[in-house]
């Protein structure tokens, strides 16, 4: 997850700015009204729950205690709809520059 930061920082600060321009003024300007800065916080948040699950699975006895698996499994499948909802999320910002004409 620290890689994929470093890596998104890199392509935000350097590659969205152009992208930005194009789907703020275009008919689609709400897919970055709403989508970027939703997809914005939930980048940060599975972070925290990257973190977190590890702690979890280093810190606990998952052979004798049900709850903390329970837990890890859990947290592990809300950052996987966070990251469909991602995913999502960017596919809307694609088509906002789209019909912004940039693409």
């Keep these: 997850m620290w890689i994929s930061y470093f890596i998104a920082a890199d392509f935000y600060i ?10 703020k003024s275009g ?6 009204a709403f ?3 939703s997809k ?3 980048f940060f948040l599975l972070i925290l729950l990257s973190m977190l699950v590890v702690l979890v699975v280093y ?16 947290t592990l499948m809300t950052i996987f709809v966070i990251v469909a909802l ?8 694609t088509a906002g520059v789209r019909v912004g004409g940039g693409i």
Aim: no cysteine; hydrophobic share 45%; aromatic share 24%.
């Design 14 to 23: 350097y590659s969205y700015g152009p992208d930005k321009k194009i789907i």
């Design 27 to 32: 008919d689609w300007w709400w897919a970055h």
């Design 35 to 37: 989508f970027t800065e």
């Design 40 to 42: 914005e916080h939930f």
């Design 59 to 74: 810190r606990t006895p998952f052979e004798t205690d049900a709850a903390p698996r329970r837990f890890a499994q859990v």
């Design 86 to 93: 991602a995913e999502f999320f960017g596919a809307v910002m």
